[in-house]
């Protein structure tokens, strides 16, 4: 049973760049026919897709967020890494890390099937 789980500072500054890194046990984020994704739920709104990883290290953007949006990984320790630029307070949310078949659209957090818990992030100077 895979089980992912988000780390990272609760509390970021205007401007800055948040950096979130989700640990992934019981399965590897090099597997095939996986894509390991970020998504977000601001408070009061619905769930909103961010980015996702496939199993080659190739990664995918909302194109909304593609600017200032970025997803690392280290294969070593089975970590993938969502870094988001000049933050503000509209990017408050719980982020969400989660893994979704190949075969389904890695765009829509419906599809996801294995999910971290989340991390709330504020953004608040």
């Known amino acids: 049973q895979v089980q992912l789980q988000e780390s990272g500072p609760g509390l970021v500054k205007p401007s800055q760049t948040l950096s979130l890194t989700c640990t992934v046990s019981?399965?590897?984020?090099?597997?095939?026919?996986?894509?390991w994704g970020w998504i977000r739920q601001p408070p009061g709104k619905g769930l909103e897709w961010m980015g996702a990883?496939?199993?080659?290290?190739?990664?995918y953007y909302s194109p909304s967020l593609k600017s200032r949006t970025a997803i690392s990984r280290d294969t070593s320790k089975n970590q993938f890494t969502l870094h988001l630029g000049s933050v503000t307070p509209e990017d408050t949310a719980v982020y969400f890390c989660?893994?979704?078949?190949?075969?389904?659209?890695?765009?829509?957090?419906?599809?996801?099937?294995?999910w971290g818990q989340g991390t709330q992030v504020t953004v608040s100077s």
């Open positions: 989660a893994r979704v078949a190949s075969s389904k659209d890695y765009e829509d957090p419906g599809e996801y099937d294995d």
């Open positions: 019981g399965g590897s984020i090099t597997a095939k026919y996986y894509y």
């Open positions: 990883m496939a199993h080659r290290g190739n990664a």
